[in-house]
């Protein structure tokens, strides 16, 4: 569906697909070498030169990035607060927030720090401790401060509250700033040390410790945690956002020793190669997703004043890959190049210093088979390792058979092959089960690696990228090779017929997405390098699809090492005229 016109094969397999309720199967002609090409769809020219400044200038960014190598190779001071109160004298009790402090204590001294670990403090002793705390600080020092315990809000003042807190009303409201910790008031403090980063995380607000009487018109009611605003330097991390209770644990069942938010943080926190505002997402998207199985609303939010990027444990990623490329889907329906991008994706892993690359075209294509193989590869990687997924083949999608978990009612899969063509196929419905990789499937292979804290990147030559994934993983690099509404392209390079997006993948990690030239691809790197050429290659005729989005990715989560110069990564010569005339007419 690349050339000037659809041919009639691919209008028959658009039509059957269309009749069993799928929107697109990929079906590729060879792109023409010089595509001068119309805008289409109401897109006018200023839209497309628009579009390719708008990606030019992500990449001039991009390359006057510092080094991250520096960024990891600092060995300032760390010194950290940890406090987690679980027995209240005159509110309701907690029971995990002591368990937090200890956990959090463990991780901290893992990553360098030097920890002073309180549990049940009083007021007094609390003010004690943040004096020693804060005194001992000095410039240059990385600081970090935890409290786990109850905390309201309060005339949008933030108040952290010590074991003895008295219970309130309306007349003794004058108590919380006598007995509680201004929350605002230790971040500014810190921050007048000099100390080149302050960490504030706060996982409070579980519960309203101050009930209103109902008998009592004028006890007020007292919120969760309201927002700060740090200071330069600073990263405010809470544990559930505005209005939102924070879970100290799923159930009466739930034998965790740490609340929901710290159990999800923790080993975050210690993964590798992990910048501060990374670390943060992270745990907003996981959190968000384990506290949903109660359910309940829990998203933990984050007020970032860093610059420049900092990371608590350097990068040093090692990287496995898992490709698949499928040619062979018998009659009209197969492939010329999604073998050929397995091969030469296989070749650029292995170049980039892959510990394991394993490789499944046509029929050893099997769901069995490739189930095994990600979990072995899983098993093998650590947390801050990154898997690389592929897919080049066809893609289609069905009528869900549990509805509701699918907001369209439909399901995505991936086509494997199997002994009967597909053109023998009335419908999709007659497929066999063992030749769909289902959304359902492959999301729960993605929590499996969020689980570990391992990141994958995934690349989907095929339609319906965007589908594979039934909700959001910030662990997960996503390059869908086209949006939706598009085909994705196959064209020959190298005298071979490849799938377009596959080929800038494979040449992203060979060092081209290397932008900066420190050796580092990250993922905005990575998606950067990936739309501009691929835009630029189909003459704006396709355009990838990126979770997070471009403008959302992260600047310095580090996905790989690479050996070869960006410089000598070069696919200018590949790029076509960008469309020419008017607004509106037919692709050629």
């Known amino acids: 569906m690349a050339g000037a016109h659809m041919s009639r094969w691919a209008r028959e397999a658009r039509e059957l697909l269309l009749r069993a309720g799928c929107a697109c199967l990929l079906m590729v002609q ?27 200038a992500i990449v001039e960014d991009l390359r006057a990035m510092p080094s991250l190598g520096q960024a990891a190779a600092k060995g300032q001071r760390r010194r950290a607060l940890v406090i987690g109160n679980n027995n209240y ?15 959090l204590q463990a991780t901290l001294e893992e990553l360098g720090f030097t920890v002073t670990l309180k549990r049940n403090i009083s007021a007094r002793d609390f003010d004690d401790a943040v004096d020693e705390f804060v005194d001992g600080l000095e410039r240059g020092d990385v600081a970090f401060f935890f409290f786990a315990g109850h905390g309201v809000s309060y005339q949008q003042r933030n108040f952290l509250l010590p074991a003895d807190m008295p219970a309130l009303d309306a007349v003794r409201e004058s108590r919380l700033e006598r007995y509680a910790v ?41 919120g969760g945690l309201a927002r ?52 943060a997402k992270r745990t907003q998207v996981e959190v968000h997703a384990l506290a949903a199985t109660v359910p309940h609303d829990q998203d933990p939010a984050y007020y970032d ?66 189930d095994y193989v990600w979990n072995d590869l899983l098993d093998d990687a650590d947390p801050g390792d ?62 499996a690696a969020a689980r570990k804290n391992v990141n994958v990147i995934v690349l989907i030559d095929g339609c319906h990228a965007g589908g594979i994934l039934d909700r959001e993983f910030a662990n997960v690099s996503f390059f869908g090779a086209s949006q939706e509404d598009e085909v994705a392209l196959e064209k020959s390079l190298g005298g071979e017929m490849r799938g377009l997006a596959s080929y800038v993948f494979s040449e992203a990690i060979s060092g081209g997405a290397d ?25 704006s005729r396709q355009n990838p699809q990126f979770y997070p989005t471009l403008p959302t990715s992260s600047p310095g989560l580090v996905l790989l090492q690479v050996k070869r110069p960006a410089e000598l990564v070069d696919l200018k010569r590949h790029w076509q005229d960008l469309p020419r005339g008017a ?3 037919e692709a050629r």
Not at 35 to 45: L, Q, S, Y
Not at 336 to 364: I, Q
């Open 89 to 103: 004298e005159e509110l309701a009790d907690l029971n995990k927030a002591e368990g937090d402090a200890v956990s």
């Open 583 to 585: 607004k509106g007419g």
């Open 182 to 222: 201004d929350a605002q008031d230790l971040v500014d403090r810190i921050y007048s040390r000099g100390v080149e980063i302050a960490f504030v995380v706060l996982d409070a607000c579980r519960d309203n410790p101050f009930p209103p009487d109902p008998d009592t018109r004028a006890v007020r009611a007292y």
């Open 30 to 56: 060879a792109l023409p070498a010089s595509a001068a090409m119309v805008v289409d769809d109401g897109e006018t020219r200023a839209d497309v030169a628009r579009r390719a400044d708008d990606i030019a």
């Open 386 to 447: 990154t898997i690389a997924f592929t897919f080049a083949g066809q893609g289609t999608r069905e009528p869900a058979p549990d509805k509701k978990n699918e907001a369209d009612g439909l399901r995505d899969f991936l086509i494997l092959p199997g002994a009967k063509p597909l053109d023998q196929y009335a419908s999709i419905a007659e497929f066999d089960e063992e030749r769909k990789l289902t959304d359902d499937i492959f999301t729960e292979w993605m929590a």
């Open 305 to 370: 004043q860093v610059v420049g990027q900092f990371y608590l444990k350097a990068p040093r990623p090692r990287l496995y890959g898992l490709v698949i490329g499928v040619d062979d889907y018998g009659g009209r329906f197969s492939l010329s190049g999604a073998v050929n991008d397995a091969k030469r994706l296989s070749v650029a892993l292995d170049a980039a210093g892959a510990e394991k690359v394993v490789t499944l075209v046509d029929h050893d294509a099997r769901l069995k088979f490739i």
């Open 228 to 279: 700060m605003t740090p200071q330069k330097g600073a990263f405010v991390l809470y544990s559930a956002g505005i209005g939102q209770k924070a879970l100290d644990r799923l159930g009466p069942e739930d034998t965790d020793p740490n609340s929901v938010f710290t159990r999800t943080f923790r080993p975050i926190l210690a993964t590798p190669g992990m910048p501060a505002v990374e670390i």
């Open 515 to 539: 932008l900066n030239a420190d050796g580092y691809v990250t993922q905005r790197e990575l998606f950067a390098f990936g739309d501009e050429n691929v835009f630029h290659m189909s003459a």
